[in-house]
C-alpha cells in the first residue's frame, strides 16, 4: 500500500496565555523575559503554608474566549489538581480543570480549498497554570530552573479530531489566533511561546472507521514547524505499519534541524495525572447576567469584519480574509483608511509590499514599527504626485528601518518627483536619442517597446518622474 492509501488524523491542544496583568494565583507580574526568577513569590514558587487565590480576570478571558468560538459556557466548575513530576513544576502538581472545564462543545470555521466551510468541532476550553522553564547548559551539562513563567495563566483548547491535512491544521491554528488577538485575551506571540501547540497524530486506512493509535508531539510553536512534524510523523506511522509493526502510544519531541522525532515517554492518560478537586480553591459559580454581559461587550470578530471590508469598501472576499486574519493588520488598514481614504491602496500596499517585507524580516504584523499615520501619508503622497509608486517602495523601505515623516524621509533623499514637464520632455527626448530601434520596434506594433523606454526614463530619472506624464510625453512623441 502506498501512502495515498492512508488517512491522517489529527487533533490539537493549544495553549495561549492569557494577557492579564498578573499571574492566576498570584500577583507577581505576567510580561515576558526580566532576569530568571525575578517575577516569583512563595505562592508561584510553591512554599509549604502558601494559598492560591483564583484571579477573576482569567475566568472573564476563558469565557470570551469560548463564547468567541461557539461554545457553552458552564455555570458549574471546578480547578483540579493534576498530579506528575517535572523539574520546571514546583509543586510537582499543576493546577487545571478535569471533569468541569469552563467551556465545552464550541467550534471554529475554516475555509476549505473548495470553497466550503468547514467546522472544527471544540471539545473543551479549560483554564491552568503555566510551568516554569529549564535552560539547559551545554558547557556544564546540567540545567537551571526559571520559574518567571510558572503559575502564568493559560486557557487550553481542545478540538476533536477533525481535522485531516496539514492545510487544515494550519487554518484552523491561523483562525484560532485570529479570533484570541480580536477578543484580546492573548497577544499570541509565538516567538515568546504564548501560542503553543500539542499536535496529535494518527493513521488509519481510508474508509476505516476506527481511530489508529495516536502519538503527541508537546509544545511546538511554529506553523512551519508544525506542518514539517505533521508530515514527517505520518510518513512514520504509515512505514511502520505498512512493515507489520506497531504504533507505540507515546509523547514524541519533534527536531527541526534533523526533520524528524524522538520519542520523549509514553502517553499518559487521565488516570496516570490522579485528578482530584484543588482544596484550597473555592468552586466557580458564573450567573447568567455574568456570561450575558461578556457577549454583549466581545468585540468585532474576523468573519464579521470581513463581510463588512467586502460591503463597506468593495475589497474582494481574498484581499478581506488577508487583512483580516490578522489584528494588527486590520487595525493598521482601518485607520490609515480613515486618514487618506483610499481604501484600495492602503490594502494593497499591506497585502504586497508590506506583507513582503514581513516574510523577508521574519515578523510578525505586530512588530510593524510604522504608525498608521505615516503609511497614510506615503499613499497621499502618491495621490497628490509627490511620488512615484517606485519611490513609495523606497520609503517604505525607510518607514520598516526607521520610522518617521514620509516628507522628512523624501525631503532628506531628494526623492520628489519630477513633474515639470521641460524636464521630462528633455529626459524622453535623449531616451528616444539614445534608443532608435525601439522607435522602430512601437512603430511595428510592438507595445513592449514603450514599456522598455518609459523603464529606460525612470532609471535616467532614479524613479522620481511621473511615470503618467512620461507614458503620455512618449506616447505624443513617437506619433509624431
Not at 74 to 80: E, I, T
Not at 98 to 115: R, S
Not at 362 to 373: D, Q, R
Request: glycine share 6%.
Amino acid at each position: 500500500m502506498s501512502k495515498e492509501d492512508y488517512e491522517i488524523v489529527m487533533g490539537l491542544e493549544v495553549h495561549a496565555e492569557l494577557s492579564t496583568k498578573t499571574k492566576i494565583f498570584c500577583s507577581c507580574p505576567t510580561e515576558f523575559g526580566g532576569e530568571p526568577n525575578t517575577h516569583t513569590c512563595p505562592i508561584c514558587m510553591a512554599m509549604p503554608g502558601t494559598l492560591p487565590v483564583l484571579n477573576e480576570k482569567v475566568v472573564e478571558y476563558a469565557v470570551k474566549a469560548g463564547l468567541a468560538t461557539n461554545c457553552e459556557i458552564s455555570r458549574n466548575s471546578k480547578n483540579d489538581r493534576k498530579n506528575y513530576f517535572y523539574p520546571d513544576l514546583p509543586k510537582s502538581y499543576q493546577i487545571s480543570q478535569f471533569d468541569m472545564p469552563l467551556c465545552e462543545h464550541g467550534y471554529v470555521e475554516i475555509d476549505e480549498e473548495n470553497g466550503e466551510k468547514k467546522k472544527i468541532r471544540l471539545t473543551r476550553i479549560h483554564i491552568e497554570e503555566d510551568a516554569g522553564k529549564l535552560n539547559h547548559n551545554e558547557f556544564t551539562g546540567g540545567s537551571l530552573v526559571d520559574l518567571n513563567r510558572a503559575g502564568v495563566p493559560l486557557i487550553e483548547i481542545v478540538s476533536e479530531p477533525d481535522l485531516r491535512t496539514t492545510q487544515e491544521v494550519e487554518k484552523y491554528l491561523k483562525k484560532l489566533k485570529s479570533i484570541l488577538e480580536y477578543i484580546e485575551v492573548s497577544d499570541c506571540k509565538m516567538q515568546e511561546g504564548s501560542f503553543r501547540a500539542d499536535v496529535n497524530v494518527s493513521v488509519r486506512k481510508k474508509g476505516t472507521e476506527e481511530y489508529g493509535t495516536r502519538t503527541e508531539m508537546k509544545n511546538m510553536s511554529s506553523f512551519r514547524s508544525i506542518v514539517r512534524a505533521i508530515e514527517y510523523e505520518a510518513q512514520r506511522q504509515i512505514e511502520v505499519l505498512e512493515d507489520g509493526g506497531k504504533i507505540e502510544q507515546e509523547t514524541l519531541r519533534w527536531d527541526d534541524v534533523s526533520g524528524k522525532t524522538f520519542s520523549m515517554r509514553d502517553k499518559e492518560d487521565a488516570q496516570d495525572y490522579r485528578y482530584f478537586p484543588d482544596p484550597d480553591l473555592v468552586a466557580i459559580r458564573l450567573s447568567d447576567e455574568y456570561i450575558e454581559n461578556i457577549k454583549n461587550n466581545l468585540p468585532e470578530l474576523p468573519e464579521s469584519r470581513k463581510a463588512r471590508y467586502i460591503a463597506e469598501y468593495s475589497l474582494t472576499e481574498k484581499d478581506s480574509n488577508l487583512l483580516t486574519a490578522s489584528k494588527y493588520l486590520s487595525n493598521l488598514f482601518e485607520g490609515a483608511e480613515k486618514i487618506c481614504k483610499n481604501a484600495k491602496a492602503v490594502a494593497n500596499w499591506l497585502l504586497s509590499d508590506v506583507s513582503r517585507i514581513l516574510n523577508e524580516k521574519e515578523m510578525e504584523p505586530s512588530e510593524i514599527p510604522f504608525t498608521e499615520m505615516q503609511l497614510a501619508k506615503m499613499i497621499q503622497l502618491i495621490d497628490k504626485g509627490t511620488i512615484s509608486s517606485a519611490i513609495a517602495k523606497k520609503v517604505l523601505t525607510e518607514l520598516f528601518e526607521e520610522p518617521k515623516d514620509p516628507e522628512d524621509i523624501i525631503k532628506e533623499n531628494g526623492w520628489i518627483q519630477i513633474s515639470d514637464e521641460g524636464a521630462i520632455k528633455e529626459v524622453v527626448l535623449k531616451i528616444l536619442q539614445s534608443n532608435p530601434q525601439s522607435i522602430i520596434d512601437y512603430k511595428a506594433g510592438k507595445d513592449r517597446a514603450l514599456g522598455f523606454l518609459v523603464g529606460q526614463a525612470m532609471k535616467e530619472t532614479k524613479g522620481k518622474a511621473n511615470p503618467q506624464m512620461l507614458n503620455k510625453m512618449f506616447i505624443d512623441e513617437l506619433k509624431k
